[in-house]
Structures are given as structure tokens and as C-alpha cells.
Nanobody, 120 residues
Framework: QVQLVESGGGLVQPGGSLRLSCAAS????????MGWYRQAPGKQRDLVAT???????NYADSVKGRFTISRDNAKNTVYLQMNSLKPEDTAVYYC??????????????WGQGTQVTVSS
């Protein structure tokens, strides 16, 4: 069982920065692909960024060049550094863990979500 605890959300002005953290329980963090997703009011949940167990990166076009995802396996933690924030980045941000085991069984977990608001 994996539990994800997020922190770092808040209110910032346009052009500002935030760093989100997601701490995972357990001792198998290093084998999971990790991701950040976001959901604005009245809209679907969309992918923001992912990082695999091997360190491969993927970003949504809307955040490429502004956001950076990283992981520290020794601390069981994944980060999302958000720079040059825009009002359209306002959303609830969710941490995700995803893994297929040797037999093809999928294990997926979500954090509780943390609010990011970008406003003057």
C-alpha cells in the first residue's frame, strides 16, 4: 500500500514560483513512475508532468520550459518546480504513482490534491 502526501501549494502572483512536494510511504517508491496532474473548476484532470523509474521525462506543452519534475528516491519524494506562473495554471494539483508488476497487475495511487492559485 502506497500513501502520497502533498505539500507546497498556495497563492502566488503571476510570474511567481512554487515548489510542490509529494512524499510517498513504503519501500518500493523507486520502481513507480510518478506524475503530477491538475484539475481546474469545471474541467477534466489533465497531465502536467511525469517521470519514470528510469528518469525519463514528459511535460504538457502548456508547462514545458516553465515547470520541472524531479524525484529523490532516497527520500521517497517527487517534486514539481513551477516558475513563471500564469493565471491559467490555477488548479488543484494531484500527485500520482503508477506501476505494473511482473504479472501485469497495475497499481495506481493518488494524493489528496493541493490548491495552486495564481492571481494578482
Amino acid at each position: 500500500q502506497v500513501q502520497l502526501v502533498e505539500s507546497g501549494g498556495g497563492l502566488v502572483q503571476p510570474g511567481g514560483s512554487l515548489r510542490l512536494s509529494c512524499a510517498a510511504s513504503g519501500n518500493i517508491f523507486r520502481i513507480y513512475a510518478m506524475g503530477w496532474y491538475r484539475q481546474a473548476p469545471g474541467k477534466q484532470r489533465d497531465l502536467v508532468a511525469t517521470i519514470t523509474d528510469d528518469g525519463s521525462l514528459n511535460y504538457a506543452d502548456s508547462v514545458k520550459g516553465r515547470f520541472t519534475i524531479s524525484r529523490d528516491n532516497a527520500k521517497n519524494t517527487v517534486y514539481l518546480q513551477m516558475n513563471s506562473l500564469k493565471p491559467e495554471d490555477t488548479a488543484v494539483y494531484y500527485c500520482n504513482a503508477d506501476h505494473y508488476n511482473y504479472y501485469g497487475t497495475r497499481y495506481i495511487y493518488w494524493g489528496q490534491g493541493t490548491q495552486v492559485t495564481v492571481s494578482s
